[in-house]
């Protein structure tokens, strides 16, 4: 008796080809199979399994007993079990329940404390410090406060005496901000009457973000960092005197630290930004790096916040694993980036690479989500609802009017795809590729009764180009390497749970297919149209010089003081 293993592959079986399987003759066949409790199966007329409700990949394994004869012996029948492995990718439909209430997640709402990676503070890497002996990395671990949708804090000294606020971490303007004024929104702010060492420019400074503005004035003072470089800088900062929509209900901080390039400085920029004024102070090297830890954590409560670390001079080795990819700027301003394509689940949307591009394509930590220009948003949507395995997904949650809930315990991350933004990488002809699972864009957010846990999507439209925000660098350890023109990415230690990553990177690709420059034919960048603007304003001053000249001057008569007809603005009258 000679045994043979045959191992069929399949894939989308029909419950007929199930049937003549189960029925093979003279064979053995193991199944090991399970599926979820509820698995609500459309039916069609070929009763084929159709991908939205079960489909699956499996190997059977077939043992097929042959009678075979050596020489005159025959040798004893012999039974063997063959234990097979079916794995299962299920695509069932579950019901979903949506949250149509008017929700505002900065007034309502706080993350829950996030386990943090206190090994690394505790094992003392004598390897991550600054080789000058100005700064320990070490030191920095943890100095970062907050959540994903009020924005990632540090606390500062700011003063003579010192006054401690709590500032924003920005990576997507170049002011340092500081409330001036009493605010509702605000516990504290900054005197500057209390201050000796502020000193005012006498100028005007307002600025505008995607949510908010204020205006104040100009001045300089000294800082301190606890959880920083040593000793004391000074720099320019902005007393913020007025406001609308940039303090929200809740939040835990009175100011913004900008962290992007000079051209983004307001008023101008000969405003040095405060990164500038530190790596020429302190003489860091000019790089400084970023993890935030509020990946899939719930909002609830306003005690001890998720955290992070803002690392100011180089990278700390304990806050990411596996290597790091770095991705050119483009253009300092912002940290503009290429972005080659975007992938949901394993499709590649098939737009023009300018489409993602279009405006710009920036790395900003001070923008919560993940914000995609109009026709790749609607295309990232399309994809998810085709590819996810909720049934009648309500539009309300993709457009954010709605949030959606389950039960409480139910995950609804393994409904979802993962998504992939490939970006282009230092070698020009190669990309690499940054995948977030469904734990970072499909967002805890609060609790129904204590029964149901509410989500909502952490993606949206931008008519301002694309931000890879909160949403996406909580999956990463993101560092700004300003020196060498790079931002670089590497899989955060923070983002996962148990042991298990929220964020994937991989690489190298070629960039096979994808034009050279996906960022030419781009509108205008705003210095630019600064330029257009003061030239523009330039002409008007000029031309109303003119105007004003030609009105002071009198008129020219005749000698005799009658006006002539040469001279007379009526001399073409009818007589």
Same mark, same amino acid.
């Given at each position: 008796?000679?045994?043979?293993?045959?191992?069929?592959?399949?894939?989308?079986?029909?419950?007929? +080809?199930?049937?003549?399987?189960?029925?093979?003759?003279? /064979?053995?066949?193991?199944?090991?199979?399970?599926?979820?409790?509820?698995?609500?199966?459309?039916?069609?007329?070929?009763?084929?399994?159709?991908?939205?409700?079960?489909?699956?990949?499996?190997?059977?394994?077939?043992?097929?007993?042959? *009678?075979?004869?050596?020489?005159?012996?025959?040798?004893?029948?012999?039974?063997?079990?063959?234990?097979?492995?079916?794995?299962?990718?299920?695509?069932?439909?579950?019901?979903?329940?949506?949250?149509?209430?008017?929700?505002?997640?900065?007034?309502?709402?706080?993350?829950?404390?996030?386990?943090?990676?206190?090994? /690394?503070?505790?094992?003392?890497?004598?390897?991550?410090?600054?080789?000058?002996?100005?700064?320990?990395?070490?030191?920095?671990?943890?100095?970062?406060?907050?959540?994903?949708?009020?924005?990632?804090?540090?606390?500062?000294?700011?003063?003579?005496?010192?006054?401690?606020?709590?500032?924003?971490?920005?990576?997507?303007?170049?002011?340092?901000?500081?409330?001036?004024?009493?605010?509702?929104?605000?516990? +504290?702010?900054? *005197?500057?009457?209390?201050?000796?060492?502020?000193?005012?420019?006498?100028?005007?400074?307002?600025?505008?973000?995607?949510?908010?503005?204020?205006?104040?004035?100009?001045?300089?003072?000294?800082?301190?960092?606890?959880?920083?470089?040593?000793?004391?800088?000074?720099?320019?900062? /902005?007393? %913020?005197?007025?406001?609308?929509?940039?303090?929200?209900?809740?939040?835990?901080?009175?100011?913004?630290?900008?962290?992007?390039?000079?051209?983004?400085?307001?008023?101008?920029?000969?405003?040095?930004?405060?990164?500038?004024?530190?790596?020429?102070?302190?003489?860091?090297?000019?790089?400084?790096?970023?993890?935030?830890?509020?990946?899939?954590?719930?909002?609830?409560?306003?005690?001890?916040? /998720?955290?992070?670390?803002?690392?100011?001079?180089?990278?700390?080795?304990?806050?990411?694993?596996?290597?790091?990819?770095?991705?050119?700027?483009?253009?300092?301003?912002?940290?503009?980036?290429?972005?080659?394509?975007?992938? !949901?689940?394993?499709?590649?949307?098939?737009?023009?690479?300018?489409?993602? *591009?279009?405006?710009?394509?920036?790395?900003?930590s001070g923008t919560t989500l993940l914000r995609l220009p109009g026709n790749v948003f609607s295309a990232v949507v399309?994809?998810?609802?085709?590819?996810?395995? %909720?049934?009648?997904?309500?539009?309300?949650?993709?457009?954010?009017?709605?949030?959606?809930?389950?039960?409480?315990?139910?995950?609804?991350?393994?409904?979802?795809?993962?998504?992939?933004?490939?970006?282009?990488?230092?070698?020009?002809?190669?990309?690499?590729? %940054?995948?977030?699972?469904?734990?970072?864009? !499909?967002?805890?957010?609060?609790?129904?009764?204590?029964?149901?846990?509410?989500?909502?999507?952490?993606?949206?439209?931008?008519?301002?180009?694309?931000?890879?925000?909160?949403?996406?660098?909580?999956?990463?350890?993101?560092?700004?390497?300003?020196?060498?023109?790079?931002?670089?990415?590497?899989?955060?230690?923070?983002?996962? *749970?148990?042991?298990?990553?929220?964020?994937?990177?991989?690489?190298?690709?070629?960039?096979?297919?994808?034009?050279?420059?996906c960022t030419s034919g781009m509108p205008f960048r705003e210095p630019v149209m600064w330029v257009i603007a003061y030239?523009?304003?330039?002409?008007?001053?000029?031309?109303?010089? !003119?105007?004003?000249?030609?009105?002071?001057?009198?008129?020219?008569?005749?000698?005799?003081?009658?006006?002539?007809?040469?001279?007379?603005?009526?001399? +073409?009258?009818?007589?």
């Amino acid at each position: 008796m000679l045994v043979i293993s045959v191992i069929c592959s399949f894939r989308k079986l029909s419950i007929e +080809h199930i049937t003549q399987i189960l029925y093979i003759p003279a /064979a053995s066949v193991w199944f090991a199979y399970s599926l979820p409790t509820i698995i609500p199966i459309t039916d069609n007329e070929n009763g084929t399994i159709g991908d939205r409700a079960v489909h699956f990949e499996t190997e059977l394994s077939v043992v097929c007993l042959v *009678n075979v004869k050596f020489g005159e012996m025959l040798l004893c029948k012999l039974l063997l079990l063959s234990l097979s492995f079916w794995t299962c990718h299920s695509v069932f439909k579950i019901p979903l329940k949506m949250f149509a209430g008017k929700f505002n997640a900065s007034e309502q709402l706080d993350l829950r404390p996030l386990r943090r990676n206190q090994s /690394a503070a505790e094992s003392g890497l004598s390897l991550a410090s600054d080789p000058a002996g100005i700064v320990d990395f070490l030191d920095m671990i943890n100095n970062l406060k907050g959540d994903s949708g009020r924005g990632y804090y540090m606390q500062m000294v700011i003063g003579t005496p010192g006054q401690t606020l709590n500032i924003l971490v920005d990576t997507g303007s170049s002011n340092f901000a500081v409330a001036a004024a009493a605010h509702p929104y605000i516990t +504290h702010y900054y *005197n500057r009457a209390l201050s000796s060492t502020y000193q005012s420019s006498g100028r005007g400074v307002a600025v505008k973000y995607t949510q908010g503005e204020w205006e104040g004035e100009l001045g300089t003072d000294r800082i301190t960092i606890p959880q920083g470089p040593s000793g004391t800088i000074t720099i320019n900062i /902005a007393a %913020i005197l007025t406001s609308e929509g940039f303090f929200l209900p809740g939040i835990n901080w009175q100011g913004i630290l900008g962290l992007a390039y000079p051209l983004l400085a307001r008023p101008d920029p000969s405003v040095e930004p405060f990164f500038n004024s530190v790596v020429s102070q302190t003489g860091i090297p000019d790089v400084f790096s970023l993890q935030m830890c509020g990946a899939g954590v719930s909002a609830s409560t306003i005690a001890d916040p /998720a955290g992070g670390s803002l690392i100011m001079g180089g990278v700390e080795p304990t806050l990411y694993r596996g290597s790091i990819w770095y991705t050119p700027v483009l253009e300092e301003w912002y940290y503009q980036v290429e972005v080659l394509k975007l992938e !949901v689940g394993a499709q590649n949307l098939n737009l023009d690479c300018k489409e993602y *591009n279009s405006d710009k394509a920036i790395v900003d930590s001070g923008t919560t989500l993940l914000r995609l220009p109009g026709n790749v948003f609607s295309a990232v949507v399309e994809a998810i609802m085709q590819t996810s395995l %909720i049934e009648d997904f309500s539009a309300g949650f993709f457009d954010g009017t709605k949030l959606a809930c389950w039960m409480r315990g139910e995950s609804p991350w393994r409904l979802f795809p993962k998504i992939s933004i490939y970006l282009r990488a230092t070698n020009t002809s190669q990309s690499f590729r %940054i995948t977030i699972l469904p734990q970072l864009y !499909v967002q805890p957010v609060t609790d129904i009764d204590g029964t149901l846990d509410c989500f909502r999507f952490g993606i949206s439209p931008s008519a301002n180009g694309l931000v890879i925000g909160a949403t996406v660098m909580e999956g990463f350890y993101v560092i700004f390497d300003r020196a060498k023109k790079r931002v670089g990415f590497a899989v955060s230690t923070c983002a996962e *749970n148990d042991g298990v990553p929220f964020a994937e990177i991989a690489g190298p690709f070629l960039a096979e297919g994808v034009a050279s420059d996906c960022t030419s034919g781009m509108p205008f960048r705003e210095p630019v149209m600064w330029v257009i603007a003061y030239a523009l304003m330039g002409i008007c001053a000029l031309v109303l010089i !003119v105007l004003v000249i030609l009105l002071i001057l009198p008129c020219r008569r005749h000698r005799d003081g009658e006006i002539t007809d040469e001279s007379s603005l009526v001399r +073409h009258r009818i007589k």
